[in-house]
């Protein structure tokens, strides 16, 4: 059953497949909430290709990552192979239940998801249960965390999603990874065009959410030089220098019309995912990643466009 699963799994778009049994999670975990008799949690991997990243890498064309890279992933592949998956399992007379993050859904008070309109998220009522997404990943042998929490696998580094199925038939267990691939090196912290990463890998999400949507004008083709003309500190938001509140920071994603977003409130991402791509460089750079191709990505020095155009 296990082998049917990972042939089904690939056979619909998943690069990576992982299975942790129930005891590799506390009692208290939230997927005994979600469903009282699993026994095996079905970790899915899907690689972000490389090359939807080009465009932002090149300051030329920016829609292919968030569009293919996020959006068709995360809403259109990786909810077949769950279904596919799924459809399987309950075939053969067990119980199967689908887990992906809802993008739009949040379970903290005053927080957001850089991935989406920040006035489209709805806020959990505490009934509503969430799994640890990351803790599952990495309990089910996906990958490793990484310093910035973003899951950090052999093949791929931080380019990939990943969702689950919870199942009450036991499979046998995939290993954990021993963490190999963080060394630390900051790479993530560094790369943030908005600061919104601590020296620990904590993420500020609002913080994030106002640089991922291109409040850098040093890193955005699309801001005209009167960007923001209406903030006493305009020019400490074009430089990524201000610190943001989640109240200034939706006034300043207001103003922010330079690109448009993609379907399902998912935002364009102007950034990058600079965090993430830098990570991949560094990895790759170290000879780390299974997955090898014929070039490096970063085949020259990193762009950027001088403050100077914006006073």
Known sequence: MKNEIIALAKQNGADLVGFAPAERFDSENAIFKIMPETK???????RVLRGTFRGIEEGTTYYQYTTMGVEN???TIMPMAQLKIAAYIEEKGFTAIPQRRHQQIMAEENSTNPEVA???IYRSRPQEIQMNFLDAAVRCGLGEKGLHNALLTDEFGPFVRYCFV??????PASKIKKPHLCDNCGACIHACPGKAIDKNGNVNKWQCAVYYNGANGTKNPFMPPD???DFENRLEIIAGEAKVTPETAKKILDKIYFYPPAQHAYQCSIC????????YIHLEEKG???KTFQSPFRKRKAWSFSLESFR
């Open 73 to 75: 992933i995360e809403e």
């Open 227 to 229: 960007a923001f003309a």
């Open 288 to 290: 780390l990643l299974t």
């Open 166 to 171: 919870l199942t009450n038939v036991e499979i």
């Open 40 to 46: 095996t949690v079905i970790g899915l991997g899907f």
């Open 118 to 120: 920040y006035d489209a």
């Open 272 to 279: 990058g995912r600079a965090c993430d791509v830098n990570c």
